[in-house]
């Protein structure tokens, strides 16, 4: 007997609920000290990673950070909107400059990845008139699709064309997030960095944008 929506949705929150009594019993109880130290000691990170919200690319996973490494915020396409000093709603404006200004951080990561929906949709004729908010966000990308295409030309294969588009991404979001006066201050002056970083969700390697040699290269050349 299959299940309504209603069930489903149900069965849903036990797995969660499940999931919860795992955590609690097996990797909370095993790191409690560390767990309670955040909570006396307040959060210090000194990462700031701005990431896509989409469900395969979980930050901490795919570096392996603990709970207090990573301020993270997510969202469609990891693009960061040019600096716009007024008082309208700002999420991802209002994370950075907290990330920058409270907590102080020292390292920003743009983290990008293959088979991004968002660099995707660029390419799509046109975006339901009903999702205002997604097609205003996504003409954030529309730069790094322009840059592709004058790149590979317009007869490149798809493919080629969306890799090239999600890490052209990554730079032009570099770009808007230096446009931020105290971003820009702090990156001149060597106390604060900022890296982009492309996650290949095929092979689990992130690859780091040098700014150099224009290329993306193997992160963990670094460690060479």
Same mark, same amino acid.
């Given at each position: 007997?299959?299940?309504?929506? *209603?069930?489903? !949705?149900?069965?849903?929150? @036990?797995?969660? *609920? ?10 909370? @109880?095993?790191?409690? *000290? &560390?767990? $309670?130290?955040? #909570?006396?000691? +307040? ?7 701005? /990431?896509? !919200?989409? !469900? ?46 409270? $907590? ?6 743009? =983290? +990008? &990845?293959?088979? =991004? +929906?968002?660099?995707? *949709?660029?390419?799509?004729?046109? =975006? ?24 590979? /030309?317009?007869?490149?294969? @798809? ?11 990554? #730079? ?22 900022? &890296? +982009? ?28």
């Amino acid at each position: 007997m299959s299940l309504n929506a *209603a069930d489903q !949705s149900v069965q849903r929150l @036990k797995e969660f *609920a499940e999931g919860n009594e795992t955590f609690q019993q097996t990797y909370f @109880k095993k790191n409690e *000290a &560390h767990l $309670l130290s955040l #909570v006396k000691e +307040g959060q210090n990170p000194r990462t700031l990673f701005i /990431g896509c !919200s989409d !469900s395969r690319v979980i930050p901490d996973l795919i570096i392996q950070s603990d709970p207090g490494d990573l301020f993270v915020v997510r969202n469609i396409g990891n693009f960061v909107a040019p600096y716009k000093p007024d008082e309208d709603f700002h999420s991802t404006a209002a994370a950075i400059e907290y990330a920058v200004s409270v $907590l102080e951080v020292s390292e920003i990561i743009i =983290c +990008g &990845h293959s088979h =991004c +929906g968002a660099i995707a *949709a660029l390419y799509k004729s046109s =975006c339901q008139t009903s999702m205002v908010h997604t097609a205003k966000w996504l003409t954030l990308g529309e730069k790094a699709k322009t840059m592709a295409m004058i790149t590979l /030309g317009n007869d490149a294969p @798809k493919e080629e064309l969306l890799r090239a588009t999600e890490q052209l991404s990554i #730079v032009t979001q570099i770009e808007n997030l230096l446009t931020y006066p105290y971003v820009k201050k702090l990156a001149e002056e060597e106390k604060l960095f900022i &890296h +982009g970083w492309y996650y290949d969700i095929e092979t689990g390697a992130i690859d780091y944008y040098d700014p150099e040699t224009y290329q993306f290269r193997p992160l963990s050349e670094l460690g060479d």
